[in-house]
């Protein structure tokens, strides 16, 4: 078992980005309906954020719900936007006091009136916080992103506020739904489940983020697993596209 004191604190990831799946897997194993894995999982999300805010995490990005979500069973689906608005109601307060800001990315658009409006206020409450972010990746995709930017992007053009000749990375990244939020790319990007996919989660972002996967279903993730993620990503040399020598 990892424990705080095997973790270097001068190398803690700022950012970390969590694919949270086997939600479903570990209700079946139950004996339990999918939503009652949901259920759980919402309970692994507050564990793993208030282990973020002990060790000294500054940015954490979890995927809630993704664009690809919506062709699910539509009573599931509808059993989510109702856990998301439970999650709201209750932890609003607990996430302020504890001074935690919340964001979101995703197109908010798809969801229903009062789920928006609940993300909306709990982000408006928060908004000043600053120990730890907390970013909600919800109704997201990172393929929609990008092509949301893209399409923007071409307006300016058409609207001769952006030159051709102006297009970079730097630039394109402008667009993006993260830039406005004034986050750094993410260090870590864990997925659970023993599943090894990015599943469309920030495709852009993730260009030089360590990716770290176990077959801990999502419900079962605590701190434990999150110090033996962070272990491991202080096991690995971060190169940026240089050889080892370069970095001594």
């Known amino acids: 078992m990892i424990s705080i004191n095997d973790i270097n604190t001068k190398t803690i990831p700022q950012h970390i ?9 570990w209700a079946q194993r139950q004996g339990k309906d999918r939503i009652f894995g949901h ?7 507050k ?8 060790i ?25 936007m109702e856990l998301f608005m439970y999650f ?16 979101a990315i995703g197109n908010l658009e798809m969801l229903s009136e009062e789920c928006r409006n609940g993300m909306l206020t709990l982000i408006d409450k928060t908004k000043n ?7 909600i990746a919800l109704s997201y995709g990172a393929r929609w992103e990008i092509t949301h930017a893209a399409r923007t992007l071409a307006n300016d053009i058409k609207n001769n506020t952006l030159n051709i000749e102006d297009i970079n990375e730097d630039t394109f990244e402008n667009y993006l739904q993260t830039y406005d939020l004034q986050i ?24 030089y983020t360590e990716l770290y996967f176990t077959e801990v279903l999502w419900p079962d993730f605590d701190k434990n697993e999150l110090l033996k993620a962070i272990y491991d990503f202080q096991q690995r040399t971060r190169r940026y596209g240089k050889t080892n020598e370069q970095l001594t």
Request: hydrophobic share 35%; proline share 2%.
């Open 184 to 207: 750094p790319d993410p260090d870590l990007l864990i997925r659970t489940s023993n599943e090894y996919r990015i599943s469309n989660f920030l495709l852009w972002q993730i260009a």
């Open 17 to 25: 980005a969590i694919i949270m799946d086997g939600n479903g897997r």
């Open 47 to 54: 564990q793993t954020i208030e282990a973020c805010g002990d």
């Open 88 to 103: 709201y109601q209750t932890e609003s307060d607990n996430l302020h006091k504890n001074n935690i800001c919340v964001k």
């Open 129 to 135: 916080n600053t120990a730890l972010t907390l970013i």
């Open 39 to 45: 259920q759980k999982g919402v309970e692994a999300v």
């Open 56 to 80: 000294g995490i500054k940015y954490l990005t979890i995927y809630a719900f993704s664009t690809e979500n919506w062709k699910r069973d539509s009573q599931e689906v509808n059993a989510l």
